[in-house]
């Protein structure tokens, strides 16, 4: 007689599958999953910090800013006020009064 090889029968294992939608919700429920590990999130990159907003005006600036603007009376308070805050910004940059009045027109 030949061998003949034969397979040993692998058991499969019968799952009672709920019939109502509620049942298999909760049924799935009761199944715990193995938490997989969360891989490491990549570092964001930082953005360079800004060390200061501007320098501050020298003595020598405030005081030819202030003459200046005691020398315009044909403008009203808030033109006077708008153009004295444009040229601050402009000389704390480094610029001259001369040089911020012509940025500015």
Do not use: F
Not at 26 to 45: F, I, S, T
Not at 55 to 73: F, G, I, N, V
Request: charged share 35%; glycine share 2%; hydrophobic share 35%.
């Amino acid at each position: 007689m030949s061998e003949v090889e034969t397979e040993t029968p692998v058991a499969v294992e019968e799952v009672a599958v709920p019939k109502t939608k509620k049942a298999r919700k909760k049924a799935a429920k009761k199944v715990k999953v193995a938490p997989q590990p969360e891989p490491e999130p990549e570092p964001e990159p930082v953005a360079p910090v800004k060390t200061s907003r501007g320098t501050k005006m020298t003595d020598e600036q405030k005081t030819s800013l202030s003459d200046h603007m005691k020398a315009q009376k044909d403008m009203s308070a808030s033109e006077v006020r708008s153009m004295r805050m444009k040229l601050m910004s402009r000389m704390r940059k480094g610029m001259t009064l001369a040089e911020a009045k012509k940025d500015i027109a």
